[in-house]
Antibody, heavy 118, light 109 residues
Framework: QVQLQESGPGLVRPSETLSLTCTVSGFSIANGYYWVWIRQSPGKGLDWIGNIYQGRSTYYNPPLTSRVTMSADTSKNQFFLKLRSVTAADTAVYYC???????????WGRGTLVTVSS | EIVLTQSPVTLSASPGGRATLSCRASQSVSDNLAWYQQKPGQTPSLLIY???TRATGVPARFSGSGSGTEFTLTISSLQSEDFAVYYC???????????FGQGTKLEIK
């Protein structure tokens, strides 16, 4: 069973960089699947942020491309999210997830709330 | 960008009854559509993928149908644990792109 756990600061100041880590257990991220970040703004819907595959190939949601970087450390079975120049609009619950077939989100972490505020 | 519109925004139904939720895509997504359930304070959970295939462990009372631009999630014989928010989600193979509908809240009547 694949399990994912997000970690990182719960408060980020405007204009700074949001950095999150997802630690995966039950499956080696180097062996396949697509590893994903999704966010959900308070009281709103879900937005796909981006994918990373086999620790190197990345795909981002076009509106976020200029501010997002995803990376991975296969030796630690972790992948990462960096979102630069954040504003209050980036306040959300951030989920890491896994796609088995690159189509739907099969496994999810519990999510971590990140608030952007001074 | 493909936009998914879910209706209704809120649906009231009775335990034991039937609920029909709709998802419309702004352009054809073939059968590249999934449904998720999110209970209050919890993580979304995959119910249906490829428009009509139930995910592992999902009860048979959940069924998905449709293709192209019109999709339906049907929940028969509603149980108390089924009252939640439901999202549809489409996926585009290349370039990879994933969008969600705004959700339908299924509440107890």
């Amino acid at each position: 069973q694949v399990q994912l756990q997000e970690s990182g600061p719960g408060l980020v100041r405007p204009s700074e960089t949001l950095s999150l880590t997802c630690t995966v257990s039950g499956f080696s991220i180097a062996n396949g699947y697509y590893w994903v970040w999704i966010r959900q703004s308070p009281g709103k819907g879900l937005d796909w942020i981006g994918n990373i595959y086999q620790g190197r190939s990345t795909y981002y949601n076009p509106p976020l491309t200029s501010r997002v970087t995803m990376s991975a450390d296969t030796s630690k079975n972790q992948f990462f999210l960096k979102l630069r120049s954040v504003t209050a609009a980036d306040t959300a619950v951030y989920y890491c997830a896994a796609m088995v077939r690159g189509a739907s989100f099969d496994y999810w972490g519990r999510g971590t709330l990140v608030t952007v505020s001074s | 960008e493909i936009v998914l519109t879910q209706s209704p925004v809120t649906l009231s139904a009775s335990p034991g009854g039937r609920a029909t939720l709709s998802c419309r895509a702004s352009q054809s997504v073939s059968d590249n559509l999934a449904w998720y359930q999110q209970k209050p304070g919890q993580t979304p959970s995959l119910l249906i993928y490829d428009a009509s295939t139930r995910a592992t462990g999902v009860p048979a009372r959940f069924s998905g149908s449709g293709s192209g631009t019109e999709f339906t999630l049907t929940i028969s014989s509603l149980q108390s644990e089924d009252f939640a928010v439901y999202y549809c989600q489409q996926y585009n193979n290349w370039p990879p792109m994933y969008t969600f509908g705004q959700g339908t809240k299924l509440e107890i009547k």
